[in-house]
């Protein structure tokens, strides 16, 4: 029978290795399924979807005996924090992170296969709830922020699973916790931690940009120049200072100004690795058109102008925001041509409204600069 040493010896030092068992997660479910009643679920599927498969693994995994559980750190170089703003790609999805933790399953279950047992590797999969199960078998503890952290990397660490029938002895659950510390919560640009170890899934801001469907007026702002993902709970967690301090700066983000002029195609093999609904280009444009509103200049109104003649509905809404955003008397002018050419009363009403906001004066932040500007010049 195969043990923890064996099992930690082929993945890299830094990779922390646990074992827990099939037992259900009774907690995880009433959690899961008061969330969904609340309106916290932010109407996404994941396990939310299946509470009751998500929370007993025996459901999905009958034949087996244990779960082999990893945390595998992700920060690279150019990972480090930056001087000022946030990132428009969140770390993680910052290229395929994923890969490391594939590679260090892959070598865990052929120690089990050798040994002449079934492992099955489960990543990022609705079968199982990876946080509870992570906790559960000793490599990582529960986060005010709803993520699970480790000593020296904090919650810079992605959770992979082996599930086998080899009987594996569990090993301890981690004895420690956040102590008195609540900096992820006022760190989070829109309020989504509503109290330790709670989460408003419509209010966060990575799940917004995952969702389907027109970002909500009231969040786009908070959205500044994100294309995909956010991390400033992350960033602000003190447990992950350590790891963060060990990478450099360097890589240049990809812009909003570089999605809107690339076709789906090269959007969608750019970024495999990312969740988008029904892998429909079309929601990353919608975020990338949000971003250039909020960190756009009359340079870009040409992009926009463009995209409020685009044959997607979608697409027109956000563009309108975007326009009314950056302001302007040439942002005026190309919402009024559109506004005589729209039919869509859901797109019609989003151009009067940023041309009502426009032309009234009001003013928006600048997410880079923090400083505001107004909009009286429009006309």
């Not at 509470?51 to 459901?59: D, K, M, N, Q």
């Not at 428009?88 to 590679?103: E, H, I, K, L």
């Not at 052929?110 to 002449?116: A, N, S, T």
Request: charged letters at 20%; glycine letters at 10%; aromatic letters at 6%.
């Amino acid at each position: 029978m195969p043990t923890l040493s064996d099992l930690q010896s082929v993945v890299d030092s830094g990779v922390r290795v646990g074992v827990t068992d099939l037992a259900p997660f009774p907690q995880e479910r009433e959690r899961i399924v008061r969330s969904v009643a609340n309106g916290l679920s932010g109407g996404l599927g994941f396990t939310y979807a299946s509470p009751e498969i998500a929370s007993r693994p025996l459901s999905s995994f009958p034949w087996a005996a244990s779960i082999v559980v990893i945390a595998v750190p992700y920060l690279i170089d150019g990972d480090a924090r930056l001087e000022y703003g946030h990132r428009s790609v969140a770390r993680f999805a910052d290229g395929d992170r994923y890969a490391g933790v594939r590679a260090a399953l892959s070598a865990i279950g052929e120690v089990l296969q050798g040994e002449g047992f079934r492992a099955d590797i489960v990543v990022d999969d609705d079968r199982l709830i990876y946080r509870a199960v992570a906790v559960r078998a000793g490599v990582a503890w529960n986060g005010k922020s709803t993520m699970v952290l480790t000593p020296g990397q904090g919650p810079w660490i992605l959770i992979g699973s082996v599930v086998t029938d080899a009987t594996l002895d569990p090993t301890p659950v981690m004895v420690r916790g956040c102590g008195t510390c609540t900096a992820c919560i006022p760190a989070c640009p829109t309020g989504a931690i509503v109290e330790p170890g709670v989460l408003d899934a419509s209010l966060c801001l990575a799940a917004v940009l995952q969702r389907p469907g027109p970002i909500p007026v009231t969040l786009r702002e908070a959205v500044g120049s994100r294309l995909y993902g956010c991390d400033e709970c992350l960033t602000a967690c003190p447990p992950g200072d350590q790891a963060l301090l060990r990478v450099e700066q360097g890589r240049r983000p990809i812009t909003a100004r570089e999605i809107l002029g690339m076709s789906d195609g090269e959007i969608d093999a750019m970024f495999l690795h990312w969740y988008v609904p029904k892998r429909n280009m079309r929601f990353v444009r919608r975020n990338a058109l949000v971003a250039l509103g909020n960190c756009g200049t009359d340079a870009d109104l040409g992009i926009i102008a463009g995209y409020l003649g685009h044959p997607d509905a979608l697409l027109r809404q956000h563009a309108a925001w975007a326009a009314g955003s950056i302001g302007g008397g040439s942002a005026v002018q190309i919402l009024r041509f559109a506004r005589r050419h729209e039919s869509d009363p859901h797109v019609a009403a989003e151009i009067s409204e940023a041309l009502a906001l426009t032309s009234s004066g009001e003013v928006y932040a600048e997410p880079e600069s923090g400083q505001r500007r107004g909009r009286s010049e429009a006309e």
